[in-house]
């Protein structure tokens, strides 16, 4: 049995909490997109950690962690990550990572900063992980595969006709200086001398893994409206954030996904420029991020504080759809404790027309939100374990957004610890 967890919004959902409670039930964890663009944060008994690249699943003794084939694998930060949670008292994960996963190289992340500060004020907010240089080379056949690492001739080929192409854009549109083939062929030495020991054939594992009834989950980075085809293009990540495409990034059978676990924030947060309609601003918006989250709203990769709104019935009903999502996770709504009332966004205005369908980017950019206003709770509903307990307005919340969404909301997370959580 295959379940997925993905976001359901711009990213920062809190999928990580969930993942790693998922976790405790799996055998194994795949990420199966994105790269390490963007984190997970992670509260449990060993500390808070921050993941970008590692699944959520490497703090448990019984399962085993997967780099996927549709990962941007960025080899270094790979390693520094398992050697930081190591140092943190982690037990050594059990990590594999697919022959067919490509490699994010140093220039990708040179080539991201450059185009970045060549964009100037039309800049896409990148985190210059490299992630889009490194799908673009991997869609136009540039990328180098970790199974290439393996074969010094053809790879020190191929790296020369990457030189080429590479040098004409950093030479003439960067004015930066040119990259060598003897320093790449360097890179990739260490590169294969630090994943040698990890690299498998990753699908035929978990074929064999389905045979043998194993619980395998797919863990997603970011949302549903960051994917690059039903996403707020081009403000968009540049793989596909969606639970359809894990069966390609991990290499399993789509009809093996049985549970798609989409989770769905509270409130609305984004990192990163691009349409956002519930968005608020000054001292409300301040209100929220510093309360939000486990000490706040900031980017668990780059520190950038979230751009903040209020909940978007119109875009998580859309996100959950794309997704095709099975149940919903509610996450941080122990976050809106403190307000007398909470506005929730129904629909939006285009042209003087509502609609409460998610429309294409150039349509979102004359939304206008539509409120309806429900009442707060104020208290402090952290440390609640059954749902019959919550305060009578926050069960109201919850069921109003509940048949909003038309997916039952199966788990609402009233904090960051592991084990903060009600089962509906």
Known sequence: MVTAVVGANWGDEGKGKITDMLGEESDIIVRFQGGSNAGHTIVNDYGKFALHIL???????????????????????????????????????????????QIVMPYHILQDEYEEERLGGKSFGSTKSGIAPFYSDKYAKTGIQVSELFDEASLREKVKG???????????????????????????AEYKTM?????????????????DGKRILLEGQLGSLKDPDHGIYPMVTSSSTLAGYGAIGAGVPPYEIKRIVT??????????????????????????????????????????PRRMGW???????????????????????????????????????????VTKDFPTTNMLKK?????????????????????????????????????????PIKMVSNGPGRHEIIYR
């Open 55 to 101: 699944p959520s699943g490497v703090f448990y003794h019984h399962t085993t962690s997967i780099i996927g084939n549709g990962v941007a694998l960025n080899i270094p930060d790979l390693f520094k990550e398992i050697k930081d949670i190591v140092e943190q008292g982690v037990p050594m994960p059990k990590i594999k990572v697919s022959d067919r996963a």
């Open 162 to 188: 990457i030189c080429e192409k590479k040098n004409v854009l950093f030479e003439h549109l960067y004015h930066k200086p040119s990259l060598q083939v003897d320093d790449l062929m360097e890179v990739l």
């Open 195 to 211: 994943v040698e020991p990890y690299v498998c054939d990753v699908s035929a594992f978990l074929y064999q893994s389905l045979q």
């Open 263 to 304: 989770v769905v924030k509270a409130y609305s947060s984004a990192v990163g420029a691009g349409e956002f309609v519930s968005e608020i601003f000054g001292e409300e918006a301040d209100e929220l991020r510093r309360r939000g989250g486990d000490g706040g709203e900031y980017g668990a990769t780059t520190g950038r």
């Open 311 to 353: 909940f978007d019935v119109v875009a998580s009903r859309y996100g959950c759809r794309v997704q095709g999502a099975t149940e919903v996770a509610l996450t941080v709504l122990d976050v809106l404790g403190y307000l007398d009332e909470l506005p929730v966004c129904v629909g939006y205005e285009i042209d003087g027309k």
């Open 367 to 407: 939304a206008k939100p539509v409120y309806e206003v429900l009442p707060g709770w104020k208290s402090d509903i952290r440390g609640i374990t059954e749902y019959a307990k919550l305060p009578e307005n926050c069960r109201k919340y919850i069921e109003f957004i509940e048949k909003e969404l038309g997916v």
